[in-house]
């Protein structure tokens, strides 16, 4: 049962790392446009910018 | 050195519904150095961009105006938009750590359950389970404290208190039984139960933005600058620095900003905005068109009557947003039942407590939290006041604006319906008019249509009106000299060196025109107030429905009798001659035998008679004197939204009284079998959101798909 102790700081760790990247997506406003990126996955690539700051 | 960025500018973009069009915009801006963020949202129809400096927005509008997209510069975010977004977010972030921390929860549970209960793990584990609850306590269950709290401090309890009181309970409780390394821990059973009313919560709070999200003058307007003409100068003006009496230029799918008279000849107008109405509506020169029209025509000059702040569509908004806030005696006896609610359920528990006390005090906690857990006065706290949301929104699409939250329980009672004869069933702008002995030719009708386009009196209007419909639009008009108009005589002037005149005379009640030539009288007409044709079925289905429908003017015996026979009305229930304290006396009257009178009117004169009705209801022409007395507001012209809301009145308090008895039974049933001990916590855990949700969807799904 030792490897308890390796499996429950990974969950953990893994479940921490889920809650901040849900938290950066929120906070970078990707839950307020459901429709739009939608579309863009149909867009080729050579419309889109190289550096991709244009979301 | 980086060049700086200004702030963002937001765009209307009307056009853009495929990846097509969102590939021919960004294909175009991908290698502009003056954007750094172009943000598409189809959706929304806006176009984001965050300039750097040196960014030129009317270019820009050029651009995106050539890839054949119309673009106009948005409005930044009301302060409620950004309230309204802010808690969105909030609401996400609590949701994911719940979410994150039950799974987790869940897990050790799991392991406890099947066996890591036995072991020497027991009791970390246990730990462990305490230390994912913490974010669900702290984080994940603050609003329900808070509003407790509040709730509390207002002295009226809400149905928080008794979940509040289930949370903090447990967990110490639960964490007592930890430290003592002895009884039951509802850890998780807790946090489930925490996320599952948190996911309730938020699609009540979905419900609400995508149904009831408050208006405003801005959802309207698009645009934020017109074209004002001073002297022959053309200039740029803010919507809201647009002045009485200025000259506005609108072209082709603008909106109006403010109310105004035409001063083209005449103009396609789209009055949806205000009216739900799509048909195109033709104006005439010098009738006044209300802010929120779009324009259809090529291009037009109107002249302000008002300013932004001052139109009438700002003033209906305004109050329609005051009655959202205002609360309405249903939903205010339904809060105060659900205090009461949640007072007993938590008196209950404590007595469950105790009755179990010194015999089994584990057994006991159980039943009081699936108690508190399952109780749930949904129905009372958070459908009613959904449902009669909702109703706003709904009696809108139906053409009626409402801006008293009383206005459906009133109208529910009514027992009499009473309408105003002139200006509420007859217009000022519908006269039918009759000539004598001949309809006039086209040179006439073109000589009566210039002189008559140069009044703005209603009489003249109707004759335009009835002219344009004879022979359609006239393209060139005759010039007119020596034009004289005569108050309350009539026009004339002198066309082709032919003297000609129009004028009004009033013979036994009976409006007459007469047009002459050179003195001579060629042609007369008889100009009649006309009724809808639609009013004799509308008052036929109103007496079918059960209410009795009367008529009250001030008009002669002669003109109310033949209404009243038109109308299908029995001659003593048409009351003629009236004045405005008779007619309120009457109103008066009739609701003193304790059933409900419904007043339908338009102007001053009745808002007397408004102010003494149960529920009162201005026409759309009506004056805004006669809309503050009402309750309720058409539209469109005419009275066809009275039957549909009528209906829509019925549908709504049979949907609450199903809710109301769906949750009694329900709180009943699983009341007492918690009480008995035969769901345990979890169980109820499960059943409770459950049930608020489907009470919600009930009433979402019977409200908005009721029959039209």
């Known amino acids: 049962m030792n490897i308890l102790l390796l499996t429950i700081p990974v969950s953990i760790g893994l479940a921490a790392i889920f809650v901040i990247l849900f938290v950066k997506a929120v906070k970078s406003d990707q839950f307020e446009d459901l429709e739009t990126p939608a579309l863009n996955i149909l867009i080729e690539d050579e419309a889109l910018p190289k550096n991709d700051k244009i979301v | 050195m980086e060049p700086t960025t200004t702030k963002p500018h937001t765009f209307l973009v009307d056009g853009m519904h495929c ?39 009317e270019f820009f509008k050029e651009r995106v105006h050539k890839l054949g997209f119309e673009i106009k510069e948005a409005q930044n975010d009301t ?92 967990s110490i409780l639960s964490t007592y039984h930890l430290v003592e390394q002895n009884g039951q821990i509802y850890f998780d059973s ?110 037009i000059e109107t002249k302000a009557l008002s300013t932004c702040k001052t139109s009438r569509l700002n003033f209906l908004i305004e109050s329609v947003n005051k009655g959202l806030q205002s609360r309405s005696k249903w939903v205010a006896l339904s809060d105060r039942a659900a ?48 449902a009669l949301s909702l109703s706003f929104r709904r009696a809108l699409n139906l053409g009626l604006l409402v801006k008293d939250h009383d206005f459906f329980e009133k109208l529910q009672s009514c027992h009499y319906a009473v309408f105003d004869k002139t200006g ?47 022979y359609g639009v006239f393209e060139e008009l005759p010039e007119v000299e020596d034009f004289q108009e005569l108050p309350s005589v009539g026009v004339e002037g002198v066309v082709n060196g032919k003297n000609y005149s129009v004028r009004k005379s ?53 003109e109310t009798q033949r209404t009243a026979k038109l109308l299908g009305i029995k001659e003593n229930f048409a009351i003629a001659e009236c004045t405005p304290e008779s007619k309120a006396e009457f109103i008066q009257d009739l609701s003193r035998s304790s059933k409900g009178v419904l007043f339908v009117g338009d102007g001053h004169n009745d808002t007397l008679a408004m102010s003494r009705a149960t529920v009162a209801i201005s026409v759309f022409a009506g004056m805004e004197t006669a809309f503050k007395a009402s309750q309720a507001y058409f539209l469109k012209p005419g009275l066809t939204s009275l039957l549909p809301a009528l209906n829509y009145t019925n549908t709504l308090v049979r949907v609450l009284k199903r809710n109301l008895a769906a949750s009694f039974i329900y709180n009943l049933t699983f009341g007492t079998f918690a009480l008995l001990g035969f769901i345990t916590p979890l169980v109820a855990a499960i059943l409770m959101p459950v049930s608020s949700l489907s009470l919600i969807l009930h009433t979402v799904f019977s409200l908005n798909w009721s029959k039209k």
């Open chain 2, 424 to 470: 509420t069933l007859t217009s000022a702008q519908n006269f039918d008019v009759h000539w004598l002995p001949r309809p006039p030719s086209f040179v006439e009708a073109s000589v009566i249509f210039a002189l008559e386009s140069k009044s703005d009196h209603p009489i003249a209007t109707a004759i335009r009106r009835n002219c344009s419909k004879m």
């Open chain 2, 79 to 170: 302060e409620l938009e950004t309230r309204i977004r802010a808690e969105n977010k909030r609401f996400l972030y609590r949701l994911g750590v719940t979410a994150a921390s039950t799974g987790n929860l869940m897990l050790v549970s799991f392991a406890l359950y099947s066996g890591a209960a036995e072991t020497e793990w027991a009791h970390s584990l246990e730990w462990l389970s305490f230390a994912l609850f913490l974010p669900v306590l702290l984080y994940g269950a603050y609003p329900f404290f808070v509003s407790s709290y509040q709730s509390l401090k207002a002295k009226r309890p809400s149905i928080d208190l008794p979940l509040s009181i289930a949370i903090l309970g447990g």
């Open chain 2, 339 to 386: 205090s009461y609610f949640s007072v007993s359920i938590v008196i209950a528990s404590i007595a469950v407590i105790l009755t179990f006390w010194t015999q089994d005090l584990t057994e006991g906690f159980n039943r009081a939290l699936a108690l508190l857990v399952v109780a749930c006065p949904c129905a009372l706290g958070i459908v009613t006041p959904l």
């Open chain 2, 506 to 558: 009033y013979i036994e009640g009976v409006q007459k025109i007469t047009f002459s030539e050179n003195t001579n009288p060629v042609l007369t007409a008889t100009i009649h107030a006309e009724i809808p044709d639609n009013y004799q079925n509308i008052c036929h289905q109103l007496r079918e429905a059960g209410l009795q429908v009367m008529l009250l003017s001030g008009d002669s015996q002669a």
């Open chain 2, 190 to 299: 807790l946090s489930m139960i925490v996320l599952l009313i948190l996911s309730t919560r938020y699609l009540v709070f979905k419900v609400h933005q995508n149904y009831l999200a408050p208006m405003s003058i801005t959802d309207v307007f698009n645009q934020k600058q017109y074209v004002v003409l001073k002297g022959d100068s053309k200039s740029q003006v803010d919507r809201d620095n647009i002045q009485i009496d200025d000259r506005i230029l609108l072209s082709k799918n603008d909106t109006l900003p403010v109310d105004a008279r035409l001063v083209s000849t005449h103009a396609e107008i789209d009055n949806s905005a205000l009216t739900g109405e799509s048909l195109p509506q033709t104006i005439e020169r010098g009738e006044r068109i209300y802010a929120g029209a779009r324009v259809l025509s090529s291009s």
């Open chain 2, 19 to 57: 990846a097509n069009c969102l590939r021919k915009i960004r294909s175009e801006f991908v290698s502009d150095s003056t954007l750094t963020d172009l943000r598409i949202d189809i959706g929304r129809r806006t176009l984001r961009v965050t300039p750097l400096e040196g960014f030129k927005p």
